[in-house]
């Protein structure tokens, strides 16, 4: 079993920055890809970022490319996802999600879920 408990979140304006991270719990974590999902009001849940179990592997959305990093530290148990140059289409609930790497990131139920972390970017 796993426990995520996402961090980080809150107010901030156009141009800002903020970090997330994701504490887990569970002695599978290091071998788990690892994927960061957000949901804006109105809008589908969608993935914003992924890493692999070994953290040598990357991926972003297009609207994010540029302007956010993921990371994993697994001697931790944590991963991160540094926002910088946020904009306001980025306010949303940002979700952690750990999964078997043979699970595609396009299955949007898959592994296991954090609570959420909300992201306002607002003038």
């Known amino acids: 079993q796993v426990q995520l408990v996402e961090s980080g979140g809150g107010l901030v304006q156009p141009g800002g920055s903020l970090r997330l991270s994701c504490a887990a719990s569970?002695?599978?974590?290091?071998?788990?890809?690892m994927g960061w999902y957000r949901q804006a009001p109105g809008k589908q849940r969608e993935l914003v970022a992924r890493v692999t179990s070994g953290g040598g592997n990357t991926n972003y959305a297009d609207s994010v490319k540029g302007r956010f990093t993921i990371s994993r530290d697994n001697a931790k148990n944590t991963v991160y996802l540094q926002m910088n140059s946020l904009k306001p289409e980025d306010t949303a609930v940002y979700y952690c999600?750990?999964?078997?790497?043979?699970?595609?990131?396009?299955?949007?139920?898959?592994?296991?879920w954090g609570q959420g972390t909300q992201v306002t970017v607002s003038s």
């Open positions: 999600n750990v999964r078997r790497g043979y699970i595609s990131s396009s299955s949007l139920t898959a592994g296991y």
């Open positions: 569970g002695s599978i974590f290091s071998a788990y890809a």
